[in-house]
T-cell receptor
């Protein structure tokens, strides 16, 4: 089955630690996205990538970093510079700019 | 730039009653419009989309939405809801000719009561 996988589903981090969230897709989509979801805030774009080895900052990129070394993979690192990282993180991909985005199941990150 | 407003953060409704979830957008260019549904602790699933053509679009589970350009709206409706429709619903917009980035509303929590 084609789709997007995210791991882990739940992640706990101590303050001051970096942590990496995994996102893999086998849909052969060029574009991939990372969103942060907080209660009552909707989804906010962190980073996006439209092609391998290229990515762009979204609206709330501070404290986050990404890489896009392979078409299938778009990992997100939450760094210690992110002051309030506790949130639900969603990865998405799309076939073209004129079609819908497909979402993974999400990773819930909690900072202890 | 685009923006999306979902006017109701929560909508309680009884089973088998009709429901309308409101969505208004603003944009200086033509748009693509989407409704997504999210069940607790899950990702988003596409419910329906408007890209072009008929302004009335339907989903397989009885939802429909109508693109109204003059009122810049894309309200979601269902004539008779079920308990299983309880979820959070997000309206999203993407500007034509943009880089495909979606702008999301803050969501509407639909709660269907027996």
């Amino acid at each position: 089955d084609g789709g997007i996988t995210q791991s882990p589903k739940y992640l706990f981090r101590k303050e001051g630690q970096n942590v990496t969230l995994s996102c893999e897709q086998n849909l052969n989509h060029d574009a991939m996205y990372w969103y942060r979801q907080d209660p009552g805030q909707g989804l906010r774009l962190i980073y996006y990538s439209q092609i391998v080895n290229d990515f762009q900052k979204g609206d709330i990129a501070e404290g986050y970093s990404v890489s896009r070394e392979k078409k299938e993979s778009f990992p997100l690192t939450v760094t210690s510079a992110q002051k309030n990282p506790t949130a639900f993180y969603l990865c998405a991909s799309t076939e073209s700019l004129a079609s819908e985005q497909f979402f993974g199941p999400g990773t819930r990150l909690t900072v202890l | 730039a685009q923006s999306v407003t979902q006017l109701d953060s929560q909508v309680p409704v009884f089973e088998e009653a009709p429901v309308e979830l409101r969505c208004n957008y603003s944009s200086s260019v033509s748009v693509y419009l989407f409704w997504y549904v999210q069940y607790p602790n899950q990702g988003l699933q596409l419910l329906l989309k408007y890209l072009s053509g008929s302004t009335l679009v339907e989903s397989i589970n009885g939802f429909e939405a109508e693109f109204n350009k003059s009122q810049t709206s894309f309200h979601l409706r269902k004539p008779s809801v079920h308990i299983s429709d309880t979820a959070e619903y997000f309206c999203a917009v993407s500007g034509r000719g943009s880089q495909g980035n979606l702008i999301f509303g803050k969501g509407t929590k639909l709660s269907v009561k027996p």
